[in-house]
């Protein structure tokens, strides 16, 4: 059994009771479970979906140059897929995962009881990497289990291979992670035929993952650098390790947690690259390419943790009261800002989507035709609505799930008239009726010919995933 917690302590020499482990593991996936199933899926779980659903496997591998992102998320969704399986699968496989990973990190971290408790409570692991659906899982679980599998590298170094080839093609941030573990790997002078043979099945990994994010002709970005936004980082340091606070305060915080746990860290030269070079190269991502709020920043707290748990059983003397103190105390910020986040899902809509996707279906309004605009938000309803494509109205063509082409990227910026007149002049020609789907309202609907059929209710998340539903009314207009 471990020894009682203290305010010096993070890691400990025995691991954590295996009925008290499952007990912990039973409470998170029942949390998860039910926050889950009261979760509304946005348009970047759905466009995960709609690609996995309409396009071939040799059609994704082709998508993911454009999407900017490996193939292996949905790699695993394809069966889902191939089985008939509805689009709450998907949040299912995510919570599997979750749970894996969750297991992973009480059976083999060295981490406190409290410690456990308090991350896998935390925001990113009881909720944003566990209940919103995305590639972000794989991460996680997959970086776990290089840590677990670090002390025995060097004995069983295909299995330790394996994991960075896999993680690298889970999406771009777990590339440069997996990319860190590998350096680590390398900085020991792998000499034997089974460690040169773990060297070629990372460098087979890295290659796939190239293939796969090689820049196509028509991208929406054709350059590696897309801004310079150096207050991504900012906001990214603060969302990381304290959550939901004011940013000023949320940064300072971070400083001083990660220059503790640089200090405790210092003669662990593995340990403090993992660090340093994750948070380094992961804000680099966020300062020249893309930020993307919440579910980029906590891999920053993900990386930290990877560093603890490589850095293996730290003695007491070596870890000061104040950096464990200040480690929990962020911990708990963000137990806290997990409870809020999780409990606003229950009670509220994340998103408008599915609201609006089960209207069309249950009122069998997917017979008509609908022109929608804008093209971004409109495609988180579609997987609610089975066999139906939307008429993006902006680029003139049907369509069901993001190419992230510059054609798309061009009709995310057309004004809301241009794109209604656009569909105007498609659709009335026609003579039949047809649908106007709109996460904006109209200001005088009758006035330009449409009348409201439906909007849907308040959204406390994505707010630009509201909807509003219009049919044409010809010869209506004033």
């Known amino acids: ?137 794989l991460t996680i679980l997959l970086g776990f289990v290089l840590a677990a599998w670090y002390p025995c590298r060097r004995e069983r170094p295909i299995r330790f291979a394996a994991a960075i080839a896999l993680l690298v093609n889970a999406n771009v941030h777990g590339g440069i992670i997996a990319a860190i573990f590998g350096l680590l790997f390398l900085l020991d002078r792998p000499r034997s035929r089974r460690s040169l043979a773990a060297v070629a099945i990372m460098l087979v990994g ?3 993952a190239w293939a796969q994010l ?21 906001e990214a340091l603060a969302s990381a390790f304290f959550p939901g606070i004011p940013m000023t305060i949320g940064i300072a915080g971070a400083v001083v947690l990660l220059a503790l746990l640089a200090a405790t860290l210092r ?17 680099i991502l966020y300062v020249l ?25 730290i003695p007491p003397e070596r870890l000061s009261a104040t950096t464990a103190a200040f480690f929990h105390l962020a911990l708990i910020v963000s137990v806290v800002f997990s409870l809020r986040m999780a409990a606003a899902d229950v009670k509220m809509a994340f998103s408008g989507a599915r609201e609006m996707g089960t209207f069309i279906q249950t ?20 997987p609610w609505v089975p066999n139906k494509q939307l008429w993006y109205a902006a680029i003139g063509r049907y369509g069901t799930y993001m190419r992230w082409n510059a054609e ?53 998340r994505h707010l630009d995933e509201c909807y509003w539903l219009y049919e044409w009314v010809p010869g209506s207009m004033r």
């Open 289 to 313: 390419v893309w930020f993307g709020g919440y579910r980029h920043a906590g891999l920053l707290f993900v990386c930290a943790i990877l560093a603890l748990w490589v850095a293996g059983e």
């Open 1 to 137: 059994m471990r020894s009682e917690w203290n305010p010096a302590r993070l890691t400990t020499e025995s691991r954590i009771a295996p009925a008290v482990a499952l007990t912990i593991l039973a409470l998170f996936a029942a949390a998860t479970l039910y926050v889950s199933l009261h979760h509304e899926p946005w348009r970047d779980e759905a466009d995960s979906w709609l690609v996995v659903r309409d396009a071939s496997f040799a059609g994704i591998l082709t998508w993911t140059r454009d999407a900017g992102t490996p193939a292996l998320w949905y790699a695993l969704l394809k069966p889902l897929v191939w089985a008939g399986l509805p689009f709450e699968a998907q949040s299912i496989l995510h919570l599997v995962l979750a749970w894996a990973a969750a297991a992973v990190f009480l059976f083999r971290s060295p981490f406190t009881r409290v410690t456990q408790v308090l991350v896998l409570g935390s925001y990113y692991f009881a909720y944003e990497y566990a209940v919103i659906a995305r590639s972000y899982v």
């Open 206 to 208: 890295a290659i796939a």
């Open 363 to 382: 009122n069998h309004l997917d017979r008509f035709e609908i022109a929608a605009h804008d093209i971004h938000p409109a495609e988180a309803v579609l």
């Open 214 to 234: 090689r820049t196509a002709t028509d991208t929406a970005f054709p350059h590696v650098v897309r801004v310079i936004r150096p207050m991504a980082m900012y």
């Open 267 to 283: 003669r662990r030269t593995d340990a403090l690259l993992l660090l340093g070079l994750s948070t380094g190269l992961l804000g």
């Open 408 to 460: 798309e990227e061009i009709g995310h910026r057309a004004p809301y008239p241009v794109a209604i007149a656009r569909a105007v002049q498609h659709f009335a020609p026609q003579g039949r009726p047809w649908l106007l789907l709109l996460n904006a309202p109209l200001r005088d609907p009758e006035a330009s010919g449409f009348r409201l059929i439906h909007r849907t209710g308040g959204v406390y």
